[in-house]
């Protein structure tokens, strides 16, 4: 499968016309045939908003997790609050990619951990905004083993045996599609499916990955320098945008 919004279009429509239906954690067991969609934000928000929209206007309804510690994006900025809450009007859930390496100096008990990054994040979505899902980011061995449960099962943790050993599990993680997911979902071969996506990689048109991550970089750099303007007065005295 290609990565374009159009290759993604085509995957919504293969699912539809095996009538998979479009299902979240806590609901799929209504089905016979269901599938979770499953978005990990590990680097831009922005570019999950865009997915989050095309999926809004085919009417699925999907799972998008933010890291709430990440050295690419910081959830908690105005902007990206904004981007989370855009997401959430398209129909959508906002879940907690959780990163154990972050901890890795430090003894904890991981379900603690993510209980109280679970707090910080639904304080800053505001609301009556409730998280009910958790996603684990590069996850361990010994996290893929353990089946942790998460305030006392309320929480679903979506690398728990029940979806990651009993749901046909694929991913685009790294740009790769290591099964090919078009044949998977037109044989039918499985009634429940796990998709995982990775929103940075899609565009309209297609990107290598060396594409992707230089443009990914350049954004940054700019971001940064909008960022600096906000704080600095006449930053274009001392250094000009078109000199990045």
């Known amino acids: 499968m290609r990565f374009t919004y159009n290759a ?15 299902s979240d954690y806590l609901n799929y067991s209504q089905y016979e045939y269901a599938v979770i969609l499953r ?5 831009d928000i922005e570019r999950a908003l865009d997915l989050a929209k095309l999926e809004a206007s085919l009417g699925v309804k999907s799972t998008y997790y933010v890291l709430i510690s990440s050295d690419f994006y910081n959830a908690f900025s105005k ?15 906002i879940g907690l990619h959780f990163d154990e390496e972050k901890y890795e100096k430090r003894e904890i008990n991981v379900p603690d951990a993510i209980e109280k990054e679970l707090d910080i994040l639904e304080s800053f979505l505001g609301g009556d905004s409730r998280v009910i899902s958790v ?14 449960v998460i305030r006392s099962g309320n929480v679903i ?9 009993n749901f ?28 995982l996506t990775h929103p940075i990689w899609y565009y309209e048109e ?24 906000d704080n600095i007065r006449d930053l274009g005295s001392i250094l000009a945008k078109k000199d990045l």
């Open 8 to 22: 993604y279009k085509q995957l919504i429509t293969s699912l539809k016309d095996r009538e998979y239906v479009f």
């Open 39 to 43: 978005h990990d934000i590990d680097m």
């Open 79 to 93: 902007k990206n609050i904004y981007l989370l809450q855009k997401i959430k009007d398209c129909g959508h859930d």
């Open 135 to 148: 996603s684990m980011h590069r996850p361990s061995q010994k996290t893929l083993d353990s089946n942790y």
């Open 157 to 165: 943790n979506s690398y728990g045996a029940e979806f990651f050993k």
């Open 168 to 195: 046909k599990y694929i991913s685009d993680s790294r740009r790769n599609w290591r099964e090919d997911v078009l044949e998977i979902v037109n044989q039918k071969q499985y009634n429940r499916l796990h998709i």
């Open 206 to 229: 297609e990107k290598d990955v060396r594409t992707v991550l230089k443009e990914f970089c350049h954004q940054k750099v700019f971001q940064c320098y909008e960022s600096l303007s």
